[in-house]
């Protein structure tokens, strides 16, 4: 079991390294230098873009398509717990049962919201067009990756499989459609900036009230 820990402990080192990597890439990027005059609070438009910016009614995609945004709540909220439950995983038997039992059914919830949406990737016209082979590829892994780490929480049985998958998953992180996962906080941070600069969001801010 050993063995199997360490290789997903090489593929979260692996991971990291190559996120700081990406990290590193994007920080040396030279930006575009906004010229037009300050006449929003960029700081509140930053914590607009990460707070109320990013609730169902702020964006007309997600008003209409209610039942995919909260599919895809769902799917990274299982994400984020397979990733934590893994890193526990030499800790399971000091968990209680009752978080034991909470962790698994977050996890199951999650991978079948994932199978959605990859099923919707191969179903529906748009998505379809829209879609690269790595776009595939990341959400059938998270998938699995959740799947194995919740099956792997009550059958042991489950529990090697989800160390090769999860060395697979971390490893593969800065090198294909997961990296959005860093991207996510630059776009909106430049997303708050952009608009807060220029008084757009939060929306109905005064003028006078924005500068102070």
């Not at 005059?37 to 607009?48: L, Q």
């Not at 999650?110 to 959605?116: P, V």
């Not at 490893?171 to 900036?193: D, E, W």
Request: proline share 6%.
């Amino acid at each position: 079991m050993l063995i199997f820990q360490l290789l997903a402990l090489v593929g979260l080192a692996a991971g990291l390294f190559g996120i700081y990597l990406r990290y590193a890439e994007t920080k040396r990027r030279a930006l575009p230098i906004d010229k037009s005059p300050v006449k929003g609070n960029i700081p509140h438009g930053i914590a607009y873009a990460f707070t109320t910016g990013m609730m169902p009614w702020a964006k007309e995609s997600t008003r209409i398509h209610l039942i995919a945004y909260l599919r895809g709540i769902g799917f990274h909220i299982g994400i984020f717990t397979a990733i934590g439950t893994v890193i526990l995983s030499p800790l399971w038997g000091f968990l209680p049962p009752l978080l034991s039992s909470t962790l698994f059914w977050v996890l199951i919830p999650g991978a079948l919201l994932g199978a959605a949406g990859g099923l919707m990737r191969l179903a529906e016209h748009n998505l379809r067009g829209l879609s690269l082979p790595d776009d595939h590829f990341a959400v059938w892994l998270t998938t699995l990756f959740i799947a194995v780490t919740g099956l792997g929480l009550v059958f042991e049985a489950f529990v090697v499989p989800m160390y090769i998958v999860s060395a697979v998953t971390f490893a593969y992180i800065p090198l294909g459609k997961i990296r959005h996962c860093l991207y996510f906080f630059f776009s909106r941070t430049f997303f708050g900036k952009f608009f807060g600069r220029r008084a757009v969001f939060p929306h109905g801010t005064p003028y006078r009230e924005a500068l102070k």
